[in-house]
């Protein structure tokens, strides 16, 4: 892979972030977009736990989907507090995903502002928390929706790996699917598993990574794809804003409604098949990409 390190700035202007990164579509860290957030000093274990202690979540492990994965199924389910003691105590490879914890604690939204001035359509009715113990992953894959992304860490560190949606043939994209093939865990260091023999299109690839900390705000652009790995426990914040083309909008669409809907019945009734032919179509996509 040919990485980049993502920008890095404390704040920008609002002309200048729609110049060089929202309209050119690059990703951007702004360290103190969130500093002036009360989110910035409230938000910790204990405030969460007081809120919504008694709410169960969803647990997500660090296994790869394969054939008969079906579409966003929880691996466990334990309740928030819980959760948050497990994770407190240490590693610990479990993740919480797209847990809108504002539906249970609707006061927590007076907490942030929508920074508007940066970009338009934001979807407001869906901020969402990100919540990992440390060593757990979430691994390559683009966003469905297709929407722009702020994303906030809160608590502890996380490394992220980018990569421009034109990139995901060299990715080993699934077809039907917002997921790449290959895994990319501990890409950076010797416990790595990725397999360059197999998927040798990866060395061509070209993206960016960084490491974020408390505070930093990370402007992912549409269809970007993301591997994400917590160093530390930790919680992370994403605000959503849609496409302002109707292309783009779309695109959202048909994948929420279109692609997805065909991938869960092929699931359902060939699920080998199915496994089997969008192996050899990635595999044939990525040849043609190198």
Known sequence: MQLSPVPVFDRLDPTTFRKDYYGPQKPVVLRRLAEEWPAYRKWDWDYFKRLVGDQKVGLYNNIKSDAYTPINKADDYRTFGDYIDTIRNGPAGWRIFLFNIFDHAPQLVQDFNWPEDLMKGFVKKFPM????????????????????????????????????????????????????????????????KLDYEQFPALKEARGYEVILEHGDTLFMPAGYWHHMEYLDSGFAMSLRALQPSLTGKLRGAWNLFGMRSIDTLMKKTAPMWWYERKKKLVFANAAKAM
């Open 129 to 192: 928390l990100f919540v990992g113990g440390a060593t757990s992953i979430t691994h390559m894959h683009f966003d469905i929706d297709m929407s722009h992304i702020l994303h906030t860490q809160f608590a502890g560190r996380k490394r992220v790996l980018l990569f421009p949606f034109e990139e995901q043939h060299k990715l080993y994209r699934k077809p039907f699917e917002v997921l790449s093939l290959a895994d990319f865990s501990n890409y950076y260091n010797e416990n790595s």
